[in-house]
């Protein structure tokens, strides 16, 4: 294993990573905010050198293009995660046995974290505030395709640790190499956890080749369901925020689902669609309705192939549905469990679909643009889970966590 003094490092560096409080843990991080804003040219630079190896018509190139604006974003992520509270030492559980032994449950730090993700240098930042805050060691392996990027960033990061005397092996970042990846995967007794970020390909592949415990951070396959109840306008602008907002992440709107009895509706709903050139692939009856109301060349008929599809651009796919009932069927059949809305006025409808949906995010009435750590008011977060153990949806600070019990006796001994 060509990194294995790296991993043992990072093994080593649990123990001291521990001891530090949190006045200094929130003081490199109020470091660290500043140092990006201050270094936005450097980094636009480095930036700038992954960009022009990327087609701009890759859907990865919106997420691994930094503009002054996302810079500041950032920043701004920092500076949320240094006011929450740090999770360690939280009491969970306690109480005293019958026996007069003592329990008390506290969260602990998962400790050596691996994250794998693909054209995303945000995630350089924001992987390292939250494990940081959370007493967590990381290791990450970026893509080639921001390796310029997060090169640049942590940079920046060990330069604000050096600076508050700490050491910079606390986060460490692996060649952008197939071999670096294997030796991640593969890392036992010195990685707790890996978590993948990036397309479903890559998540399939840690998911089969790791020999380490891994949480999904599965592909977002987003539907949102327009109940014969639902309201218009509300419609209207709930589509084109979950659609366009931003078309490249995971919570972006891949489907539409809309009941029959409102398909004169469609036209209305979609205009602001059209406007923005967004394809959209039409079942039978919903292409009927639209035909003649949306932009020339931006129409088409779906096949199979367009339902359970993450487009990640501008494109979405159409079906009409005569119930609720085939509206659940089809999201049980294509969704990936991240995040899916209904649009209705009926509270029952509202909560048979909550009830039913498996996801991690279910909505009523609002975009699907929401599944974010940030504005769950997490502070930035290190993924969204599509799994359903350990944890679930926008993981941040307690999603890092884990727990153990601690135990106080006077003397006691167990008999036979």
């Not at 001291?16 to 980094?43: K, P, Y």
């Not at 691994?64 to 969970?92: F, M, S, W, Y």
């Amino acid at each position: 294993m060509k990194n294995i003094k790296l991993f043992e490092k990072a093994r080593e560096a649990c123990r001291e990573i521990i001891r530090i409080g949190d006045a200094q843990v929130n003081q490199v991080l109020l470091d660290l905010a500043a140092e990006a804003e201050n270094s936005i040219g450097f980094l636009l630079a480095e930036n700038k050198k992954d960009l022009e190896r990327m087609d701009p018509s890759d859907p990865k190139y919106d997420r691994l293009k930094l503009t002054r604006e996302r810079i500041g974003e950032i920043a701004a992520d920092l500076r949320n995660v240094v006011h929450l509270q740090t999770p360690i030492g939280e009491v969970l559980e306690e109480r005293t046995l019958k026996n007069g032994l003592h329990l008390k449950k506290i969260r602990v730090a998962l400790g050596v974290i691996g994250i794998i993700y693909e054209a995303r240098p945000n995630v350089t930042f924001d992987v390292f505030s939250l494990c940081f805050k959370s007493g967590n060691v990381c290791i990450l392996k970026g893509g080639r395709d921001a390796e310029y990027s997060n090169k640049a960033i942590l940079s920046l990061i060990q330069k604000i640790l050096g600076k508050n005397h700490l050491p910079g092996y606390f986060v460490q970042l692996l060649p952008a190499t197939h071999e670096a990846t294997s030796d991640l995967l593969e890392a036992i007794g010195y990685v707790d956890m890996i978590i993948p970020r990036g397309s479903q390909k890559l998540i399939d592949f840690v998911r089969q080749q790791a020999r380490v415990p891994v949480i999904e951070t599965g592909a977002g396959i987003v539907h949102t369901y327009f109940d014969k109840s639902g309201d218009l306008q509300k419609g209207i602008s709930i589509i084109r925020n979950a659609k366009l907002r931003r078309v490249s992440v995971c919570n972006a709107l891949d489907c539409l689902l809309i009941h029959e009895k409102r398909l004169s509706d469609l036209p209305e709903l979609v205009k602001g669609l059209g406007n923005e050139e967004v394809e959209i692939y039409a079942d039978e009856k919903s292409w009927k309705v639209l035909d003649g109301r949306y932009p020339e060349g931006r129409l088409f008929h779906a096949n199979e192939n367009h339902f359970g599809m993450e487009f990640l651009s501008k494109k979405m796919s159409i079906k009409s549905v005569n119930s609720l009932t085939e509206a659940l069927d089809h999201i049980a059949k294509y969704s990936s469990r991240h995040s899916e809305a209904i649009i209705a006025g009926e509270k029952k409808v509202i909560d048979r679909f909550y009830r039913e949906v498996d996801a991690a995010v279910v909505y009523s009435n609002t975009s699907t643009a929401f599944t974010d750590g940030a504005q769950f008011e997490m502070g930035a977060e290190i993924g969204i889970s599509t799994q359903k153990l350990h944890a679930r949806g926008p993981m941040a600070l307690k999603e890092l966590t884990s727990y153990k019990w601690i135990v106080r006796g006077d003397g006691h001994i167990r008999n036979p």
